[in-house]
């Protein structure tokens, strides 16, 4: 019986397209680096975005808006607010690894993501209440909101992933002074806010396949399995000794 009375789905269990969808998942994979010189013809912007479209969100609010940049100049704008924020970072000690985003300039297809935080009431809130109650319905309602953006962006992502293209997911951009330095490049009205910067094309090195956890690590059948459970000290350990190297490096090497 095919599923949804729709003929193109696979039977229940089949696994062709399942194969083809894990051969992409698996192969989405971050470049921080593009050749600097591919063009991204703009049908290709187009399929990206249809896969965004159809993503779900709470309450189908689409909270979403994408602003695909063509202009070198406005790349480069960005480049080098992130370039400076990198190098505040550094001032302030925050000891996270950050990357070269110099290759912010040259990533052939660059898409913000951007957000309507207005949608917020949409979800379940108590409508115009500033009680203690209501602050943590509103907070469960942002991240309402931040799943489904994330939702759209991962679909995207995985399109450009199907035409080929590596990616790079940026966003490093929640602080104020980020959305006053970009909003007026772009246009973009004061209620909305930048989440992401989808960077993709190929890249300018070969890529490599970074560490992930097992499956067994992140799956627990009816309870959580204790095994999976690291404590502080642990979590400071990953942070100190593995993160920048499974953010940057071959897993391989600190498996
Ligand atoms: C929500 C999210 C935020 C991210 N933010 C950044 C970022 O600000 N800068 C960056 O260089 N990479 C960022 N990344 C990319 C991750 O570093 C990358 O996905 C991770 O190291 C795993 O590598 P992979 O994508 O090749 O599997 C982000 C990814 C996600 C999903």
């Not at 909270?63 to 480069?76: L, T």
Request: aromatic fraction near 12%; include cysteine.
């Amino acid at each position: 019986m095919p599923n949804n009375n729709n003929e193109m789905l696979p039977k229940i269990g089949e696994h062709l397209l399942y194969d083809r969808f894990m051969d992409i998942a698996r192969n989405r994979i971050t470049t921080r680096q593009f050749d600097p010189d591919f063009k991204v013809p703009s049908a290709h912007y187009e399929l990206i975005l249809e896969a965004a479209r159809h993503a779900p969100s709470g309450a189908n609010a689409q909270p979403w808006h994408f602003i695909i940049v063509r202009e070198q100049a406005v790349k480069q704008q960005i480049a080098d607010y992130f370039v400076e924020e990198q190098r505040f970072r550094a001032s302030l000690k925050m000891k996270f690894p950050t990357p070269d985003y110099s290759g912010l300039a040259n990533a052939p297809g660059f898409i913000v993501v951007a957000s309507d935080f207005r949608y917020v009431k949409a979800f379940p809130v108590l409508p115009d209440d500033q009680s203690d109650l209501n602050k943590m319905y509103i907070e469960n309602a942002e991240r309402i909101l931040l799943q489904s953006v994330a939702a759209a962006t991962m679909s995207a992502h995985l399109a450009a992933a199907a035409l080929g293209y590596n990616v790079w997911w940026v966003t490093a951009i929640g602080q104020q002074k980020a959305q006053d330095a970009m909003k007026p490049l772009l246009g973009i009205p004061d209620e909305l806010s930048i989440l992401d910067i989808f960077c993709f094309g190929p890249p300018r090195k070969p890529v490599y396949k970074r560490w992930k956890k097992t499956a067994h690590e992140i799956t627990n059948w009816d309870r959580f399995n204790p095994d999976n459970f690291i404590s502080n000290e642990e979590l400071d350990n990953w942070i100190r000794k593995k993160r920048h190297k499974v953010m940057y490096k071959d897993a391989n090497k600190i498996n």
